[in-house]
């Protein structure tokens, strides 16, 4: 059973920079799509993805300051957040989806506890 387990969340004045990280742990033979979600009402909305190859995909609110990445062994991954604004205030949760063979497709999404950024104007 996939487990997720986020940090690097907390408070910065407008314009900073924050790193938030995800680690993954209890994977199997699967490749995995990591996401960052975030959440500051009701609806949780899709903030960054990398999948196993390395190819991103990001909310067009965050293009151009935030930049996600993983490491080598595919099982931690980070986002650099610059320029923060107000309007990025919110819990942040990773978020990891196995594909690959029919098992995996079959596996559900596991998510993380959350890290709270607040972006101070």
């Known amino acids: 059973q996939v487990h997720l387990v986020e940090s690097g969340g907390g408070s910065m004045q407008a314009g900073g920079s924050l790193r938030l990280s995800c680690v993954m742990s209890g994977v199997g033979q699967c490749l995995y799509e990591m996401s960052w979600y975030r959440q500051a009402g009701a609806k949780r909305e899709f903030v960054s993805s990398i999948d196993s190859d390395g190819d991103t995909k990001y909310a067009d609110s965050v293009k151009g300051r935030f930049t996600v990445s993983r490491d080598s062994g595919k099982t931690t991954m980070s986002m650099e957040m610059s320029n923060l604004r107000p309007e990025d205030t919110a819990m942040y949760y990773c978020?990891?989806?196995?594909?690959?063979?029919?098992?995996?497709?079959?596996?559900?999404?596991?998510w993380g506890q959350g890290t709270l950024v607040t972006v101070l104007s």
């Open positions: 978020k990891s989806e196995a594909y690959g063979p029919s098992w995996c497709e079959e596996a559900p999404d596991a």
